[in-house]
């Protein structure tokens, strides 16, 4: 980038005709303030003033026009580095400014397991998507804290969870479902939990379909049949979010842009952080 810089502005230096690069004539100035109407003779003397004060040559100003436009491309990068930055190291300062007006929970109870906060959301008449859901969820703040959808790492917290949905009000086991954290919209395949400091690229728990394997042998709960065979995810392209079923708390990859009725929010650093 800085290289272009200099190439640029040595050719703009060059390239302009000596003959535009003089200094300009302020009687013609002048002549111009003459022929404005409405101008008082004192307005027509602070013009002629102004532009017979000495000024830049033509080809410094394209220069400096050329200078200044690669500043602004630097600081774009620069501001595109920034993001990067925060979205893997944001601290917990940086989550707490997110929430400058305490705590926001929309009237829905908070629930602690380990260390952690939940909120479970919805109605048996909500019709919600996930990408809709995600957004509701980072809304909300806790204790400083944003809100996401969870990300889940063990069969304790699992357990906890579904047991909180289960006696969510209109909640019906075997009819409704719940939107979790979990998706592979980023690479097809590669299932990831996306929340605090992972907002684009997730922390990967799975990969593949059915018989795909858990990366580092993270935990996962997806859904089998009744002999106890694994069916989820069944990976087929066009489901790429997850949701926690309400006949026993199995995950099932689903359409993102289907709808459910209920969905689950995390509070502060999750388990799957590690």
Known sequence: LLRWQSQAATMAMKDVPDEYAKMV???TFEVEAQMVDGLTPNQRARIVE???APSMPWKHLIAL???SGSAFITAVVAASRQYIFVENSMSAADIASACPYGDLTYGDDIYSFDGHHYQVVGSKDAVTNWRQAAQDANSRCYNGERGYLVNIDSQDENDFLYAKLMLRPGFQANVHDAW????DMSNEGAVSWIGPKHL?????FWEGGPNGKAVDGRYNNWAKSSSGTQIEPNANGSEDCVEMRGGGGHWNDKNCYQPNEFFIVEFGTPATDH
Do not use: E, H, Q, S
């Not at 979790?180 to 998706?183: E, N, P, V």
């Not at 684009?200 to 990967?204: A, D, E, L, M």
């Open 65 to 67: 026009y050329v200078l």
């Open 50 to 52: 102004a532009r017979a």
């Open 25 to 27: 004539d302020p009687a």
């Open 180 to 183: 979790i954290g979990a998706t």
């Open 200 to 204: 684009v690229n997730g922390v990967k």
